[in-house]
């Protein structure tokens, strides 16, 4: 592992299998009476958030705590940030208070990179999203959701998604989440498809590692796992398809478009998910939806992480297994 997570496209074939089967390990621990493990007692780490989150921030805050960690909560709302205070006064600030750890998400794309890498703090940086760019925990856990359900959960150890198609559906524009896992699904062996409106697909997309397609209906036949983005309203100034309907009824997955999906397919979200107009209800509370399990699987990928970051490399998933056996 290195030092710090930063793009999902940083990872190794290699650091991603150790992550997913680290992730299996800490799973294991939330199955247990008391869901601690002392491996960061003693260590600080801050959650920056400079954008709003719901689930991302709670899920690395329950990470850390079953990890034992020290956690401080910052948020933009209500800080110095709001006054005109920058990243590097923040950092430098972080810095005094010799925190081991930097939980970072950003409006600005490049902003963890920067927090990284300009020598402002001594600390792990792990980026929870940033602008349009990356999310490589998100990914990560999508990952492992899709090994689970598309492997099996003790026989995916140590495999990779090789040979499975995974089809994202939507607005791959605005999307960190779209990005990160074509990098991580690429470098885990998947064949990726992108489905979305020409008005939503990235100028340079042909040189990312994937097959783009506009035709939903088509791709759904020939797909093992198909993830649906949300329509990123707050980040669009244009108007970028005629109307919702129009949205839905060629891009939206209803009961009829899953019934086409093989039977061992999946439908997955990164949340929050607009009911009604990219899913349905029908298939939102379906049984291939697998929008709750990431939730889950998302705490045990970034105590994973966490682990692996700044309570040791390779070793670390024997030692979870001694530590739960004791």
């Not at 989440?177 to 489905?195: I, K, P, W």
């Amino acid at each position: 592992m290195q030092r710090h997570l930063i793009s999902a496209a940083d990872l190794t074939r290699d650091d991603a299998v150790l992550i997913l089967d680290t992730a299996e390990e800490m799973a294991r621990v939330a199955d247990r009476p008391i869901k601690k493990l002392p491996t960061l007692r003693g260590r600080t780490v801050v959650n920056l958030f400079f954008e709003d989150s719901t689930r991302t921030r709670i899920s690395f805050e329950a990470a850390e705590k079953r990890l034992s960690a020290d956690v401080i909560n910052f948020t933009a709302k209500g800080s110095s940030v709001s006054k005109g205070e920058s990243l590097k006064d923040t950092a430098q600030t972080l810095e005094a208070m010799g925190v081991d750890a930097v939980v970072i998400r950003h409006s600005a794309s490049g902003a963890p990179y920067r927090l990284a890498n300009s020598g402002w703090i001594d600390a792990a940086v792990i980026n929870a999203g940033d602008g349009t760019h990356q999310h490589p925990t998100q990914a990560l856990l999508d990952a492992f959701t899709m090994r689970r359900r598309l492997v099996g959960r003790d026989a995916g150890l140590g495999q990779d998604l090789s040979g499975k198609r995974i089809t994202l559906v939507g607005d791959v524009l605005h999307s960190r989440v779209a990005r990160s896992n074509v990098d991580l699904l690429h470098t885990l062996g998947a064949e990726v498809t992108l489905v979305a409106p020409p008005t939503l697909v990235p100028v340079g997309v042909e040189t990312w590692p994937c097959e783009v397609s506009y035709d939903l209906d088509a791709v759904l036949p020939k797909s093992d796992a198909v993830m649906m983005l949300r329509v990123q309203r707050e980040r669009m100034n244009a108007a970028f398809f005629p109307t919702e309907r129009e949205y839905s009824r060629r891009y939206g997955l209803d009961g009829d478009r899953m019934a086409r999906m093989p039977e061992h397919a999946i439908v997955m979200h990164p949340g929050p998910m607009v009911r009604g107009m990219e899913i349905t209800a029908e298939v939102a509370d379906s049984d291939r939806c697998t929008v709750v399990e990431q939730v889950a699987n998302g705490v045990s990928i970034r105590m994973a992480v966490l682990y692996l970051l700044l309570g040791g490399n390779e070793p670390a998933v024997t030692h979870a297994r001694t530590i739960e056996e004791k």
